[in-house]
């Protein structure tokens, strides 16, 4: 069993519509980020959350927002979905106590098509 | 500016041959250097990279550390068809955010 799943794995919407991308883990961690992929442009950091309690923005929060449901559950939403939405989106979770203490663990990916 | 670039954008080779990728990196304050292989999507953990010169290995893959420089090296010996992904570079500056090249597609042929 994946210890990070997303959901949906493939979504299609159209300009305008809201859609949640959801998040599950059962490492166990604290630690939960949502990234976008673009070609040619490696992952960059949205948003991220240290706990239930604790949530913040990264590099590229606009057009997006987040919820921290609990431990094991992070979300993401785009209120009013555009095309250059269109991206690969992770989800990650991180263990500051583990011997490689920078390693995010990394969900499947969610492809998100804006039309 | 970018903080991580790697280098080649892509490549490809044969069955056998040996891999270089590199990586290098313009941070305030380094923590970490992590490699990871993307494999159609999610990104798997290879290496952590803290100290210069200390090489660190896993079967066919070694990677190294300059910190002096500000790169890492990550390379594939003997390379298979398996080998074919996409390789990631990330600098941590601190215990959570990653900064993240924009990858190397290695190819593998037969």
């Known amino acids: 069993d994946a210890d990070v799943t997303q959901t949906p794995r493939n979504r299609i919407t159209k300009t305008g519509k809201r859609i949640m991308l959801e998040c599950s883990q059962t490492?166990?961690?604290?630690?939960m980020y949502w990234y976008r992929q673009d070609p040619g442009l490696g992952l960059r950091l949205i948003y991220y959350?240290?706990?239930?309690?604790?949530?913040n923005k990264g590099e590229i929060s606009d057009g997006y927002s987040v919820s921290r449901q609990a431990q094991a559950k992070f979300s993401l939403s785009l209120e009013s979905a555009i095309p250059n939405q269109t991206a690969l989106y992770f989800c990650?979770?991180?263990?500051?106590?583990?011997?490689?203490?920078?390693?995010?663990?990394f969900g499947p990916g969610t492809r998100l098509t804006v039309l | 500016e970018d903080k991580v670039v790697q280098s080649p954008l892509s490549l490809v080779v044969h069955e056998g041959d040996t891999v270089t990728l590199n990586c290098s990196y313009e941070?305030?304050?380094?923590?970490?250097l992590l490699w990871y292989k993307q494999e159609k999507k999610a990104p798997t953990f290879l290496f952590m990279l803290?100290?210069?010169?200390i090489e660190k290995k896993s079967g066919r893959l070694s990677s190294i550390l300059d910190k002096k420089e500000l790169f890492s090296i990550l390379n594939i010996t003997a390379t298979q068809t398996g080998d074919s992904a996409v390789y990631l570079c990330?600098?941590?500056?601190?215990?959570?955010?990653?900064?993240f090249g924009a990858g190397t597609t290695v190819t593998v042929r037969a």
């Open positions: 941070v305030t304050n380094f923590r970490s």
């Open positions: 959350s240290f706990d239930v309690k604790d949530i």
């Open positions: 490492k166990g961690h604290d630690r």
């Open positions: 990330a600098v941590a500056e601190n215990d959570y955010k990653l900064s």
């Open positions: 990650a979770t991180s263990d500051l106590y583990g011997y490689s203490y920078n390693e995010q663990f």
């Open positions: 803290t100290s210069s010169g």
